[in-house]
């Protein structure tokens, strides 16, 4: 059963923008922290931003200043507004929803997560060309 669905991925030009969402279907995740994720072919599985059922947030630094995480629990959505976009940004962008208080910078078993996530088969792909 598909809990979240990530969207918003596209082809662009370095430097152009874009707006991920992540929206469930089904249950609500107003109590959830909720991350985005992300994996390029050959890398290694990043968490590129969170945020807290108090809408309090994380950047990675390589993101930080350029992408912006919000929610909207009405729509039971989570965004991730992305400017300036730089080719390493060139990836496939998945969203999870945890406990509150379960996210920070540092996630164990980040390479298994994103294998799962990308198992799930609804990940969102940007591509970001020089």
């Known amino acids: 059963e598909v809990l979240l669905v990530e969207s918003g991925g596209d082809s662009v030009e370095a430097g152009g923008s874009l707006r991920l969402s992540c929206t469930s279907h089904?249950?609500?995740?107003?109590?959830?922290?909720m991350g985005w994720y992300r994996q390029a072919p050959g890398k290694e599985c990043e968490l590129v931003s969170f945020?807290?059922?108090?809408?309090?947030?994380y950047y990675a630094m390589p993101v930080k200043g350029r992408f912006t995480i919000s929610r909207d629990n009405a729509k039971k959505t989570v965004y991730l507004q992305m400017n300036n976009l730089k080719p390493e940004d060139t990836a496939e962008y998945y969203c999870?929803?945890?406990?509150?208080?379960?996210?920070?910078?540092?996630?164990?078993?980040?390479?298994?997560?994103?294998?799962?996530?990308?198992?799930r088969g609804q990940g969102t792909v940007v591509t970001v060309s020089s």
């Open positions: 089904k249950y609500s995740y107003d109590d959830s922290d």
């Open positions: 945020i807290r059922p108090d809408y309090s947030t």
């Open positions: 999870a929803a945890d406990p509150p208080g379960t996210l920070s910078a540092v996630v164990p078993g980040l390479e298994v997560r994103c294998k799962a996530l990308h198992a």
